[in-house]
């Protein structure tokens, strides 16, 4: 294997329902009016950050590794998605050394659990709280996004070899 570094991009949209328990970013939103739909707990950005992950280390993607019509994956904790992500970057001889992320949503407001957010995915892919961000965006009253129907996490990941 070369020693150049890898970089990654994961793209996730889920629909936004009422009633539905919002966890983003690994983060509970326990005032959120509405949460992702989802087999599993509709983590977005999780799910996103993933895939970005994957993709930098040539592992397929999330929905190859944990199929949404598999029963033992309903309802699950995206987190435990990511213990089983960051094995396989390590198996397969990469760590992550950046994430950058961005959130679309209308609803809930990000910016008061920004920092949560940035610890959590710093504590599930092994690195730095300093080399991660996120970033949350409205929709702008455009699209699913703009009137609150979906949401969307894009996340742009660097790996270097262990
Ligand atoms: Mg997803």
Redesign the pocket.
């Known amino acids: 294997m070369d020693s150049l570094p890898r970089i990654g991009l994961g793209i996730?949209v889920?629909r936004l329902a009422t009633g539905r328990p919002c966890v983003l970013g690994g983060v509970p939103f326990p005032e959120a009016k509405a949460g992702p739909v989802?087999h599993s707990d509709?983590d977005?950005l999780l799910?996103a950050a993933c895939d970005a992950v994957l993709g930098a280390a040539g592992l397929d993607d999330l929905g190859t590794l944990f199929s949404d019509r598999d029963p033992a994956h309903q309802g699950r904790a995206s987190a435990e998605f990511c213990s089983e992500v960051m094995a396989r970057v390590r198996a397969a001889g990469w760590r992550v050394v950046s994430l950058d992320a961005v959130l679309e949503t209308e609803q809930p407001k990000l910016a008061p659990v920004r920092g949560a957010m940035r610890a959590r995915l710093a504590e599930l892919f092994e690195l730095p709280v300093t080399r991660v961000n996120v970033k949350g965006k409205t929709g702008e009253k455009v699209d699913a996004i703009g009137r609150g129907e979906a949401l969307r996490a894009t996340v742009v990941a660097l790996l270097l070899p262990l």
């Open positions: 996730d889920h989802g509709g977005a799910h």
